[in-house]
């Protein structure tokens, strides 16, 4: 069991709510920083925004306020060596140092990241505030704005669009695991087993026997708290859907088309088209083979052939023989109970992915879409960022190693591609596959950093501080 009232609200259940902004904030001053952190526990609703529990009573507040502290805000703020000696490795370094692991390269390079990611050892802590409306982020981030306790380096906006879908056309916050002893109706039931705390909270047990992750000392401060690796994607929509036409052009003429997509199954995939077109349908299978969903968020391991409204999305897995593609962007992050190589990996690799649009919504008639910037603010929070996050970014999305028939590709739609090496295979109901080839890049970092989400306990022991 956990105390609900120490553990940040943004961990173990998500708001729902559709306005989000980052401050991304600089220590100016020890102590009045100190006394900035002890405030936002105070309950006092005059001073700095209180933080959010994971219990926020009979009724969700209008906004919430959370925060995260990086390895450098530690420091700042007069943590005692001794325990930031305990922090792990890959905290300690901060992003851009595991840039390689991560497949930051290239365009995705933190030299490339524009400001303030481009002054990591500035970034101390960066503070999130949800809102129901647009209009209540301003008032609550000048109430967050000391200016003799933090400086503020820069914020990133983002907000959920209709229906949530993202800018790839996908309906997305479909899943998220459900944790032992944590009661939460309005998510999905499925046939994944409940994660124990210990895959996302510090100082409880995980589904590794025998394993727990380090807590830094004194308890207060390690305790009840997690990690997160806070990442801005930018999310190429026009090269998406250029990449889907081609794909369709190809299949177009391929000799295995037919069983690929059968004589009239365009019908079924094209159902809200006056005219089913057979183009438009080889388009919209690649694009759900890619992600192992259909843009509305039917699972391919439940209905390979069409989009189906009537299935259960979120309880399936990939056993016998799935139509999923092994390589498939949601296969690949979470396996599921499927067979992979590294079979004690099948649930321990597991996150919680908090994330929303930043950006306007791609609009194919509008001039000039390739200057727009659009994309994701993701979370990607767990216990182990090394054994969670970054075993899933390089391992699964960038070497492809839980499966021999998909490792030494990337990611198709997250992973650094190369059109010049990249491939994806189209399973076909025989066992044979179509290889795709010239996969560009479809995602870029824009900026990130591993902050340290501390439980209540541990922000009022930062206050409390003297050194």
Same mark, same amino acid.
């Given at each position: /069991?956990?105390?609900?009232?120490?553990?940040?609200?943004?961990?173990?259940?998500?708001?729902?709510?559709?306005?989000?902004?980052?401050?991304?904030? !600089?220590?100016?001053?020890?102590?009045?920083?100190?006394?900035?952190?002890?405030?936002?526990?105070?309950?006092?609703?005059?001073?700095?925004?209180?933080?959010?529990?994971?219990?926020?009573?009979?009724?969700?507040?209008?906004?919430?306020?959370?925060?995260?502290?990086?390895?450098?805000?530690?420091?700042?703020?007069?943590?005692?060596?001794?325990?930031?000696?305990?922090?792990?490795? !890959?905290?300690?370094?901060?992003?851009?140092?595991?840039?390689?692991?991560?497949?930051?390269?290239?365009?995705?390079?933190?030299? +490339?990241?524009?400001?303030?990611?481009?002054?990591?050892?500035?970034?101390?802590?960066?503070?999130?505030?949800?809102?129901? !409306?647009?209009?209540?982020?301003?008032?609550?981030?000048?109430?967050?704005?000391?200016?003799?306790?933090?400086?503020?380096?820069?914020?990133?906006?983002?907000?959920?669009?209709?229906?949530?879908?993202?800018?790839?056309?996908? !309906?997305?916050?479909? /899943?998220?695991?459900?944790?032992?002893?944590?009661?939460?109706?309005?998510?999905?039931?499925?046939?994944?087993?409940?994660?124990?705390?210990?895959?996302?909270?510090?100082?409880?047990?995980?589904?590794?026997?025998?394993?727990?992750?380090?807590?830094?000392?004194? =308890?207060?401060?390690?305790?009840?708290?997690?990690?997160?690796?806070?990442?801005?994607?930018?999310?190429?929509?026009?090269?998406?859907? +250029?990449?889907?036409?081609?794909?369709?052009?190809?299949?177009?003429?391929? =000799?295995?088309?037919?069983?690929?997509? =059968?004589?009239?199954?365009?019908?079924?995939?094209?159902?809200? /088209?006056?005219?089913?077109?057979?183009?438009?349908?080889?388009?919209?299978?690649?694009?759900?083979?890619?992600?192992?969903?259909?843009?509305?968020?039917?699972?391919?391991?439940?209905?390979?052939?069409?989009?189906?409204?009537?299935?259960?999305?979120?309880?399936?897995?990939?056993?016998?023989?799935?139509?999923?593609?092994?390589?498939?962007?949601?296969?690949?992050?979470?396996?599921?109970?499927?067979?992979?190589?590294?079979?004690?990996?099948?649930?321990?690799?597991?996150?919680?992915?908090?994330?929303?649009?930043?950006?306007?919504?791609?609009? =194919?008639?509008?001039?000039?879409?390739?200057?727009?910037?659009?994309?994701?603010?993701?979370?990607?929070?767990?216990?182990?960022?090394?054994?969670?996050?970054?075993?899933?970014?390089?391992?699964?999305?960038?070497?492809?190693?839980?499966?021999?028939?998909?490792?030494?590709?990337?990611?198709?739609?997250?992973?650094?591609?190369?059109?010049?090496?990249?491939?994806?295979?189209?399973?076909?109901?025989?066992?044979?596959?179509?290889?795709?080839?010239?996969?560009?890049?479809?995602?870029?970092?824009?900026?990130?950093?591993?902050?340290?989400?501390?439980?209540?306990?541990?922000?009022?022991?930062?206050?409390?501080?003297?050194?």
């Amino acid at each position: /069991m956990v105390d609900l009232t120490d553990v940040q609200g943004n961990i173990l259940r998500g708001y729902r709510k559709p306005y989000v902004r980052y401050l991304i904030l !600089e220590v100016a001053n020890p102590v009045e920083a100190r006394r900035w952190l002890a405030a936002s526990i105070s309950g006092r609703s005059d001073s700095v925004p209180q933080i959010t529990p994971a219990d926020w009573g009979e009724a969700r507040p209008a906004t919430c306020f959370n925060i995260g502290l990086t390895y450098e805000g530690l420091r700042a703020l007069g943590t005692p060596p001794s325990s930031l000696a305990m922090f792990p490795n !890959e905290f300690v370094q901060g992003m851009t140092a595991r840039a390689l692991k991560l497949g930051d390269v290239g365009p995705s390079a933190p030299n +490339k990241w524009p400001s303030p990611f481009d002054q990591p050892k500035r970034i101390h802590l960066i503070a999130t505030i949800y809102a129901d !409306e647009a209009g209540q982020l301003g008032p609550v981030q000048q109430r967050a704005l000391d200016r003799n306790a933090v400086t503020l380096l820069g914020f990133r906006d983002g907000h959920n669009f209709h229906g949530n879908f993202v800018h790839f056309g996908y !309906e997305d916050n479909i /899943m998220q695991p459900r944790f032992e002893g944590i009661p939460d109706p309005l998510r999905h039931p499925d046939m994944q087993p409940k994660a124990p705390l210990g895959t996302v909270l510090l100082g409880h047990p995980t589904n590794l026997e025998g394993l727990l992750w380090s807590v830094p000392q004194p =308890p207060a401060l390690g305790y009840n708290g997690t990690f997160n690796a806070f990442r801005v994607l930018r999310q190429d929509v026009v090269a998406f859907e +250029k990449y889907l036409d081609q794909a369709a052009d190809e299949l177009l003429t391929h =000799p295995q088309v037919g069983a690929l997509l =059968p004589s009239a199954a365009e019908a079924k995939i094209c159902a809200v /088209m006056l005219v089913p077109d057979r183009h438009a349908a080889l388009r919209e299978l690649v694009a759900a083979n890619l992600c192992g969903r259909w843009r509305d968020g039917t699972p391919l391991a439940l209905s390979p052939d069409a989009p189906d409204p009537n299935v259960d999305r979120a309880n399936f897995d990939y056993v016998g023989d799935s139509r999923c593609p092994y390589g498939a962007h949601i296969r690949r992050c979470n396996p599921r109970g499927g067979q992979i190589v590294q079979r004690v990996a099948n649930n321990s690799r597991r996150l919680v992915r908090r994330g929303m649009p930043y950006g306007p919504v791609y609009d =194919p008639a509008a001039p000039d879409q390739d200057e727009v910037e659009r994309g994701l603010l993701g979370n990607f929070i767990g216990a182990s960022l090394g054994a969670q996050f970054e075993a899933m970014a390089c391992d699964w999305l960038n070497l492809g190693l839980q499966d021999p028939r998909i490792t030494g590709s990337d990611d198709p739609i997250l992973g650094a591609n190369d059109p010049e090496t990249s491939w994806f295979d189209l399973p076909l109901k025989s066992g044979d596959t179509i290889k795709l080839r010239g996969l560009p890049r479809f995602v870029w970092t824009r900026g990130g950093a591993y902050t340290f989400l501390p439980s209540l306990s541990a922000i009022r022991y930062l206050g409390s501080l003297t050194t």
